[in-house]
């Protein structure tokens, strides 16, 4: 099977620059909103190369920008759920992140006009201290998930899990399909290729190269980026440097890397990729 015949999924994790910080929400009041700006770019970029995505929307931003997500389905997006707060699943207790996560549900079916399928979770962080939100999922209606990444990062990760899309079974909760992070298998080590400031930081042509070698072997990747990585004027605010560092790396080269990348290969919204109804 060729490059050119695979059809890749193409996510945004729809959430302002400062969610990605790992501030406490109280730390939010006062922070420059920018959300509508990065929306904008994104928008003209995917309208121009003819290409749909999923749009993983937090609840929060939803709740402020409602035209913003009723826009985003307009064109024909996927809308799916990034979770109400941005609050780390393995932070939370099954009770709250059922809560926040049937709450969001709610308002972006509302919205969309969209059944909502499928999640993500702020961080990718399903790890194996939070497997137990996949049950919750299922129950709350999700098709399928795109958070465990198989990797190993201080924030999330769980290394060894299957690097395909595969289906997970929760018992008398049924059945939810698991589509990782896209990793590229190089010397026996995952290597994170899928997006955000792995697409910023590493050579183009280091994505590119690892996207062509997945898609020869028939496989489907997975891409992920975030409305501010188009805004590199965002705001610049003292965080720990480990978050700098990747937060805040090579923005100028988001935009043109991704008219590239679009060029390049063939994307879909992720339900559509797994063919979910």
Same mark, same amino acid.
């Given at each position: 099977?060729?490059?050119?015949?695979?059809?890749?999924?193409?996510?945004?994790?729809?959430?302002?620059?400062?969610?990605?910080?790992?501030?406490?929400?109280?730390?939010?009041?006062?922070?420059?909103?920018?959300?509508?700006?990065?929306?904008?770019?994104?928008?003209?970029?995917?309208?121009?190369?003819?290409?749909?995505?999923?749009?993983?929307?937090?609840?929060?931003?939803?709740?402020?920008?409602?035209?913003?997500?009723?826009?985003?389905?307009?064109?024909?997006?996927?809308?799916?759920?990034?979770?109400?707060?941005?609050?780390?699943?393995?932070?939370?207790?099954?009770?709250? *992140?059922?809560?926040?996560? %049937? =709450? #969001?549900?709610?308002? $972006? !079916?509302? &919205?969309?006009?969209?059944r909502i399928v499928?999640?993500?979770?702020? *961080?990718?962080?399903?790890? %194996? =201290? #939070?497997?137990?939100? $996949? !049950?919750? &999922?299922?129950?709350?209606?999700?098709?399928?998930?795109?958070?465990? *990444?198989?990797?190993?990062?201080? =924030?999330?990760?769980?290394?060894?899990?299957?690097?395909?899309?595969?289906?997970?079974?929760?018992?008398?909760?049924?059945?939810?399909?698991?589509?990782?992070?896209?990793?590229?298998?190089?010397?026996?080590?995952?290597?994170?290729?899928?997006?955000?400031?792995?697409?910023?930081?590493?050579?183009?042509?280091?994505?590119?190269?690892?996207?062509?070698?997945?898609?020869?072997?028939?496989?489907?990747?997975?891409?992920?980026?975030?409305?501010?990585?188009?805004?590199?004027?965002?705001?610049?605010?003292?965080?720990?440097?480990?978050?700098?560092?990747?937060?805040y790396a090579n923005?100028?080269?988001?935009?043109?890397?991704?008219?590239?990348?679009?060029?390049?290969?063939?994307?879909?919204?992720?339900?559509?990729?797994?063919?979910?109804?």
């Amino acid at each position: 099977m060729t490059p050119q015949r695979v059809t890749n999924a193409l996510t945004v994790d729809f959430e302002d620059w400062y969610h990605g910080l790992e501030i406490a929400p109280s730390g939010w009041t006062g922070l420059e909103d920018r959300i509508e700006l990065g929306a904008r770019r994104l928008l003209d970029l995917l309208h121009e190369k003819r290409v749909r995505a999923t749009f993983f929307v937090l609840g929060i931003l939803a709740e402020k920008h409602p035209q913003l997500v009723r826009e985003i389905a307009a064109a024909g997006h996927e809308i799916g759920t990034h979770g109400w707060s941005h609050t780390m699943v393995y932070r939370m207790t099954p009770e709250a *992140f059922s809560a926040e996560l %049937r =709450r #969001s549900i709610d308002l $972006l !079916e509302e &919205l969309s006009g969209q059944r909502i399928v499928g999640h993500r979770a702020p *961080f990718f962080s399903i790890t %194996r =201290r #939070s497997l137990w939100a $996949l !049950e919750i &999922l299922v129950q709350c209606g999700i098709r399928y998930d795109s958070s465990i *990444f198989p990797v190993l990062n201080y =924030r999330y990760g769980i290394e060894d899990a299957p690097r395909w899309p595969y289906p997970i079974d929760n018992g008398t909760a049924g059945t939810l399909t698991e589509f990782p992070i896209t990793t590229w298998r190089v010397f026996g080590r995952n290597i994170p290729v899928a997006g955000g400031a792995y697409f910023r930081i590493l050579p183009y042509a280091f994505t590119r190269t690892a996207y062509r070698a997945i898609n020869r072997t028939g496989h489907h990747a997975v891409f992920y980026i975030h409305p501010w990585e188009l805004d590199p004027e965002h705001p610049r605010i003292p965080v720990p440097r480990r978050i700098a560092a990747t937060h805040y790396a090579n923005l100028h080269v988001t935009e043109p890397r991704m008219r590239r990348l679009l060029t390049d290969f063939a994307f879909a919204p992720m339900k559509d990729v797994l063919g979910i109804d």
